[in-house]
């Protein structure tokens, strides 16, 4: 896990609040992957970027959830407005290319979103 | 819709003996298959993987056998250590897709 850098780990918000969460990928990676892994549940995929491009946002949320990857800086996950459901740990991946068989995702050890 | 099941949610397995995870999955166009090992509060770290044209993959003490037929995967760890003790998810992804769809995990744990 080491080189792809999340924070924070743990993050509690209100229902109502925002949550930002942040990655900075491992050094040589410019694809990025948010997963979600709700509670007994596995890593679902939520979106992927590169640099400046969204290229899959089909596991998304359509509403309140928005990611970004500037070119200077980390890439982003913003949640607005969260509710309970959105408590989950969040897990950003990096690889040097998009994903496949010889090029295996690089994981972080994740955001825990509690909402209260 | 759930295309990735591993219906194991845990195992123990003594010391030095063979463990065997499973993994069952239903879409046919899943080509490349991988499994990733998550300690507690960390991430997924990538085990071994292994393409659909192989039926088996071996590295150490970790292999990993594919049965296309019975859309089938198994990852077998011999001897089992108590540091294998962890949680063990396969990931399945089709050519050309952007997204590793994950199965449910199977926690393994490795008695001394």
């Known amino acids: 896990n080491a080189g792809v850098m999340q924070n924070p780990r743990h993050l509690v918000r209100r229902r109502g609040q925002e949550a930002r969460l942040r990655c900075s990928p491992m050094k040589g990676h410019s694809h990025v992957y948010w997963y979600r892994q709700l509670p007994e549940e596995g890593l679902k995929f939520m979106v992927y970027?590169?640099?400046?491009?969204?290229?899959?946002e089909s596991g998304m949320p359509k509403e309140r959830f928005s990611a970004e990857f500037p070119k200077e800086g980390p890439s982003i996950l913003r949640i607005q407005q969260v509710v309970r459901g959105d408590s989950a740990a969040y897990f950003c991946?990096?690889?040097?290319?998009?994903?496949?068989?010889?090029?295996?995702?690089?994981f972080g050890n994740g955001t825990r979103l509690t909402v209260t | 819709d759930q295309q990735v099941k591993q219906n194991s949610p845990s195992l123990s397995v003594q010391e030095g003996r063979i463990s065997i995870l499973n993994c069952d999955y239903t879409n046919s166009m899943f080509d490349y298959f991988l499994w990733y090992k998550k300690y507690p509060a960390e991430g997924p770290t990538f085990l071994i993987s292994i393409s659909s044209i192989k039926d088996k993959n071996e590295d150490g003490r970790f292999t990993v056998f594919l049965n296309k037929s019975a859309k089938h995967l198994s990852l077998h760890i011999v001897p089992s250590q108590p540091g294998d003790s962890a949680v063990y998810f396969c990931?399945?992804?089709?050519?050309?897709?952007?997204?590793?769809?994950f199965g449910t995990g199977t926690r393994l744990t490795v008695i001394p």
């Open positions: 991946a990096s690889s040097p290319a998009r994903t496949s068989y010889n090029s295996p995702l690089h």
């Open positions: 990931a399945l992804l089709e050519t050309g897709a952007n997204n590793l769809f």
């Open positions: 970027l590169q640099k400046e491009n969204i290229i899959d």
